[in-house]
């Protein structure tokens, strides 16, 4: 998109912008909602068929999705632990077939019986009471399971460092603190980078998009740390220059977008960011938006565009949203957990953060485990821990025998039971044996699960949630995912040099690392679980 067509998509702005307003005008999924998004076109001086193509992208905006009354949780730990099958049974019996519907990873990872009717979340397990969700730390001073207190004593960090954001800057360099959204790129290079950037207009804004199956860390923070997340906004606001921050909240976290919400509120009346009452002490204003279920939009560049209100498909880069982001202004945009580090990092001290973890990794992880786990939930683990001990250690290791572990959500790696033992919880260990550690959510895979059924899902997966920009991605999903359900469900074979040939083509042809990051699991169960595989392939691997 050219620089001209999003200079003017900046109409609006945040305020009752173009998302805002399709939203609202699909919403309600009757009749007229073609008629209401057609006079939203007509107001944003844009054309139909830009507004229809970004409405009709979203799970929860699409007239099959409203027709439906309740949602199943279609996320991988739900499907590996077996109950997602039960559950739907159970609501058989209240609902009819077609009033079923399913969404991707509610984030009960830790429980597997979520399911979602009117917007809100419920548990199938007894009469509604949560189930335990484990949270603890091995860090002598955990960084990120420490709760906030009083808002104002805790916002008094930021008037502390406000006069010398150049040293503020510096502590996030000695910190060594890198991305938690999966790339684990240095965060202060990011911030550096908007700082130095000229532009009359900056923002920050927070990816709480974490749609990987299997890791609840970012909705944990959002529900129980608001204030840590709002802090690290704020406090890179101050560096860069940004008056302005925006948290995107997938849509299937309604208790976290109704929290952060809240937060939000209490800084405003607190006079301690700019609200519609008293003097705020930081001119710093949030926009909390909840996003319309697509996976995709946890990709930065997607989500810049969601918030524009345009298709949400992935942007080439560069340009990167550092110099040219939100609405074509400089922007830091980051992972929930990285800004909820820098309370810590800002208050602790850069080095006395870093020493938490390893030279390279430094600083510490949230790990989520799935309810496989004797104490399933989330886990503050300092980066160079051994796997063994947080599986086995902090994990209170699984209830039943497990075969291998989904790490780092559907594009992470699957790391067989066997080489538990030879990994550490940290990027260069997981990257050196061929995983990735990604976001660390820890999905478990049983023992009698097979294999091909996790990567028909997988790709299947991939399949839905492509945003349709590159066709390596697009249509290769497709094809993988008809050659393994051919091979799952029917008992075709698969050529294996044409399957190698496909994984090659996603790896080194897609755009973004959706398509781009699929081969990794795949080749990792073609390596590792080979003997159970063979059946379903003939012929050679490619060379
Ligand atoms: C398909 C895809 C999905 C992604 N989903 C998320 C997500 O849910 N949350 C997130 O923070 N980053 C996600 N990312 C990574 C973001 O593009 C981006 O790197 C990240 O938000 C930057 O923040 P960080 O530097 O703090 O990690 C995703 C990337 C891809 C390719
Ligand atoms: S890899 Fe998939 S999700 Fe990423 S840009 Fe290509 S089509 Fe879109």
New binding site residues.
Partial sequence: MSKNLRGLSARKGLDDGLYDEMVRAAGAGDDSAHERLISVAGGFMTGHAAVMGASSFYDFLRKDHLGKKVFVCDGTACLTSGRQEDLKRSLKEHYADHEIGAVTCLGHCHSNDAFMVNGEIRLAGGDGAAPALYSFSNADKPALLVPTGDVREYYSLAVKWQSDTPSALKELELSGLR?????G?P?HL?VRSSRDAKSVKKYIVC?A????PGAFS?KWLLEERPHAVLFGMLMTGMITGADTGVVYIRGEYPLAVRRTREAVKELEEAGITEGSSGPAAFRFRFHVVEGSGA??C???TSLLNSLEGLRPEVRTRPPFPAVYGLFGMPTV????E?FANVHYILKEGGKDYAALGTERSPGTKLVSLDGAFNRPGLLEVRMGTPLRSVIDGMGGGTRYPVKAFQIGGP?GGLVPASKVSDLTLDFESFSSEGFLLG?AGIVSVPEDFPIIKLLEHLFEFTKKESCGKCFPCRIGSVRGYELLSGAAEKGMKIDRRLFDDLLETMQFGSL???GG?LPLPVRNALQWFSDELKGYFTGKEAK
Avoid at 209 to 212: R, V, Y
Avoid at 333 to 336: A, E, F, K, R
């Fill in positions: 991305g938690r959204g999966g790339a790129f965060f990011k990816n998009d974490e749609g990987d970012d996976y995709i946890g990709e930065e945009l980051s992972n929930v990285t594009l976001h973004c690392a959706l990051g």
